[in-house]
């Protein structure tokens, strides 16, 4: 039989877990804002370059250089912001299932009589 004294502790840790990992998810969810936040002004900045050197461009082989040049840079810039905000994201989503851990491991079919 559970004593209530047990329940109160487990409780207790339970929602002290939940407090702990709702500040990592805030500090993840900040940073993943941030990551968005950086990757559009890099996107705007590097756009407004692009059409400034379009705009200079005199010939069609300069402009074609530099739409070029533009799209791979777009391309490798994506690629690699699309990367560090996955790796937020799945650390986001580690956090916000490590309070269950505890709590499955107490309830396992193996635990409970």
């Known amino acids: 039989m559970v004593k209530v004294e047990e329940l109160q502790n487990y409780g207790k840790e339970q929602y002290e877990s ?6 990592e ?9 941030a990551a968005f936040g950086d990757y559009s002004k890099k996107s705007f900045e590097e756009g ?8 200079a461009s005199k010939s069609l082989d300069k ?3 530099v739409q070029t040049e533009y799209a791979k840079s777009s391309y490798e810039t994506f690629m690699a912001e699309s990367q560090k905000i996955s790796a937020l ?4 989503a580690k956090q ?3 309070p ?3 709590f499955i491991g107490k309830f396992a079919p193996g635990s409970v009589r």
Do not use: P, R
Request: aromatic fraction near 12%.
């Open 18 to 23: 939940a407090v702990s990992s709702v500040n």
């Open 48 to 55: 407004s370059a692009f059409l400034e050197k379009l705009m």
């Open 96 to 98: 916000s299932f490590k």
């Open 25 to 33: 998810v805030q500090h993840t969810l900040q940073a993943i804002v």
């Open 89 to 92: 994201y799945a650390e986001l």
């Open 63 to 65: 402009v074609i250089e």
């Open 100 to 102: 269950f851990e505890g």
